[in-house]
């Protein structure tokens, strides 16, 4: 029993992180049909001013809770800087081009931002350790777990909930929905595109940097963190169907207990348990476990 519960959780919780990391890539290519490898940078930018904030914070020894509002401060930041500057500087330039293309812009832009992180932040790792040390223990199933991680699940949550209601109850989450169907029906009846896609870019580069900022207190903060991120971040949106919220959710949920099993009963396998996930839901549905057909164009 203790080890099914523990199996439940460590899956929960690591399908917490993945969602995070991996919602913003499937938002961005259900709005801009762009496979964006930079989006792992965006989770390490995260990562980096997330720890940065929380450390001059508690340098002016203040109100520890407040910890936790810089994690979301700097996710804001990263995607109010970046997230514009990016659309608008470079992804603008190659909507409508070959995917061969875009990936190798998507992926030179990802070699910047590594040596950029290393020219501002330097080699040293960042232990930004504080709002996880403070919120203690909590014990479920008789194993003692660290209530940050419950506070990483609940980020998850309202994040997904927060933009199903953005994209299903708002109305600009029916623009992001007319923009996906038909951009060019939507650009006829006076939609502005360009605003769409900068808002969407910018949506999914917070909502990576929402994961890397809240998973630096549970990390050493270091260069190439990125690497390891897009990698599973791609897995996720893979089975779950490129361009699909729900899929997003349901794909790191499948992968999350799948790995959490594996590193209790099989740990030898744990890396590959993910990769079989995706092979296997990719030869019964090449497409992805919720990704919508696409109208045929005449």
Not at 29 to 39: D, F, K, S
Not at 213 to 232: D, H, K, L, N
Request: net charge positive; hydrophobic share 60%.
């Amino acid at each position: 029993m203790n080890t099914a519960t523990v199996i439940a959780v460590d899956g929960v919780v690591f399908a917490s992180w993945l969602f995070l990391v991996s919602v913003g890539l499937t938002l961005i290519y259900g709005v801009l049909r762009i496979l964006n490898i930079a989006h792992g940078s965006f989770y390490a930018l995260g990562a980096y001013t997330g720890a940065v904030l929380v450390l001059r914070y508690v340098e002016g020894d203040r109100w520890p809770p407040g910890s936790l509002a810089m994690l979301g401060l700097a996710a804001v930041l990263v995607g109010a800087v970046i997230g514009p500057a990016v659309e608008r500087g470079v992804l603008r330039r190659i909507y409508g081009r070959e995917q061969v293309l875009q990936l190798l812009v998507t992926f030179a832009l990802f070699l910047i931002f590594e040596d950029a992180v290393k020219l501002i932040w330097g080699p040293s790792p960042y232990y930004a350790y504080r709002p996880y040390a403070m919120l203690g223990q909590v014990t479920i199933g008789a194993v003692a777990y660290s209530r940050y991680s419950l506070v990483l699940a609940g980020t998850a949550l309202l994040a997904g909930v927060c933009l199903w209601t953005l994209v299903n109850r708002s109305r600009f989450g029916r623009l992001l929905v007319a923009v996906i169907h038909d951009p060019e029906i939507s650009a006829a009846l006076g939609v502005n595109l360009p605003r769409v896609h900068a808002l969407a870019f910018s949506l999914g580069t917070t909502l990576a940097a929402l994961g890397g900022a809240f998973t630096a207190p549970m990390i050493s903060v270091v260069p190439g963190i990125a690497v390891e991120v897009i990698v599973v971040a791609f897995a996720v949106v893979v089975v779950g169907g490129l361009g699909s919220l729900e899929g997003a959710a349901v794909g790191a949920l499948l992968i999350g207990l799948v790995r959490s099993a594996a590193v209790h009963l099989f740990p030898a396998v744990e890396l590959f348990t993910i990769y079989v996930v995706m092979a296997a839901v990719l030869l019964v549905r090449p497409q992805g476990l919720f990704a919508r057909g696409e109208a045929r164009r005449i």
